[in-house]
T-cell receptor, first 117, second 113 residues
Framework: NAGVMQNPRHLVRRRGQEARLRCSPMKGHSHVYWYRQLPEEGLKFMVYLQKENIIDESGMPKERFSAEFPKEGPSILRIQQVVRGDSAAYFC???????????????FGNGTRLTVT | DAKTTQPPSMDCAEGRAANLPCNHSTISGNEYVYWYRQIHSQGPQYIIHGLKNNETNEMASLIITEDRKSSTLILPHATLRDTAVYYCIVPNAGGTSYGKLTFGQGTILTVHP
C-alpha cells in the first residue's frame, strides 16, 4: 500500500514564478492536509481539504496561496509570484476521516522542498 | 490542541530503552494522545496513539497515566536510526480543529553508539 506521494521532491523557482506542489493521498483516504516547515522552525498547519471542498484554510497566507483537491487527481498547493520567504518544506498528510473523531492518525509524505532564488 | 510539555532533548544508549515523557494536564476526556517523530529532512512519521489504555505496536509502547495528564512513549530497544525529534500531540476533539495537529518543539532524542 503506497504511502502519501508528493512531487516534486525538490522545486526551484525564481522570484515571481508560480510553484505547483502535488500530493496524492494514500489509497482510500479522502482527507488531505498541507503543512509548511520553514527552515529551523516547526511544522505549521496550512489547509485541510476533502474532495472538492476546503474545510479549513485558517493557516493559509491571505494572498498568493491556494489549494484544491479535485474529484479526480491529486491535491495541488499553488503559490503564485513566489518570494524568497516562501522557501520551505511543504508536507502533505492524509487520513481516511477527519481528526475530530480522534482515532484516525494522519500519514505524511516526505515533502516538497521549495527553494526560491 | 491541548497544550503538551516535553523535555527539549534526551540521550539514550543504543540497545537500551528510550522513555520519552509528555505532560498534557489540560486533556479532555475524549481527546487522544498522538506521538509522531521527524527524522531529519523527512516527513513526520506516525508512531502510536491512545485514549486511556496503554497501547503497543511494532514501533513503540504508549503508557498513559490513570488521570490521563501525562504519558510516556517507550522505544524498547533504541537504535541509531531512532535519532529524531519526537512530538507528543493532543488534537482538539471537535469544533473547527479538524486536522490541525499542532507541532510544538518536541524532544530531540539522540541515540549514541
Amino acid at each position: 500500500n503506497a504511502g502519501v506521494m508528493q512531487n516534486p521532491r525538490h522545486l526551484v523557482r525564481r522570484r515571481g514564478q508560480e510553484a505547483r506542489l502535488r500530493c496524492s493521498p494514500m489509497k482510500g483516504h479522502s482527507h488531505v492536509y498541507w503543512y509548511r516547515q520553514l527552515p529551523e522552525e516547526g511544522l505549521k498547519f496550512m489547509v485541510y481539504l476533502q474532495k472538492e471542498n476546503i474545510i479549513d484554510e485558517s493557516g493559509m497566507p491571505k494572498e498568493r496561496f491556494s489549494a484544491e483537491f479535485p474529484k479526480e487527481g491529486p491535491s495541488i498547493l499553488r503559490i503564485q509570484q513566489v518570494v524568497r520567504g516562501d522557501s520551505a518544506a511543504y508536507f502533505c498528510a492524509s487520513s481516511p476521516r477527519g481528526i475530530p473523531w480522534g482515532n484516525s492518525p494522519l500519514h505524511f509524505g516526505n515533502g516538497t522542498r521549495l527553494t526560491v532564488t | 490542541d491541548a497544550k503538551t510539555t516535553q523535555p527539549p532533548s534526551m540521550d539514550c544508549a543504543e540497545g537500551r530503552a528510550a522513555n520519552l515523557p509528555c505532560n498534557h494536564s489540560t486533556i479532555s476526556g475524549n481527546e487522544y494522545v498522538y506521538w509522531y517523530r521527524q527524522i531529519h529532512s523527512q516527513g513526520p512519521q506516525y508512531i502510536i496513539h491512545g485514549l486511556k489504555n496503554n497501547e503497543t505496536n511494532e514501533m513503540a509502547s504508549l503508557i498513559i497515566t490513570e488521570d490521563r495528564k501525562s504519558s510516556t512513549l517507550i522505544l524498547p530497544h533504541a537504535t541509531l536510526r531512532d535519532t529524531a525529534v519526537y512530538y507528543c500531540i493532543v488534537p482538539n476533539a471537535g469544533g473547527t480543529s479538524y486536522g490541525k495537529l499542532t507541532f510544538g518543539q518536541g524532544t530531540i532524542l539522540t541515540v549514541h553508539p
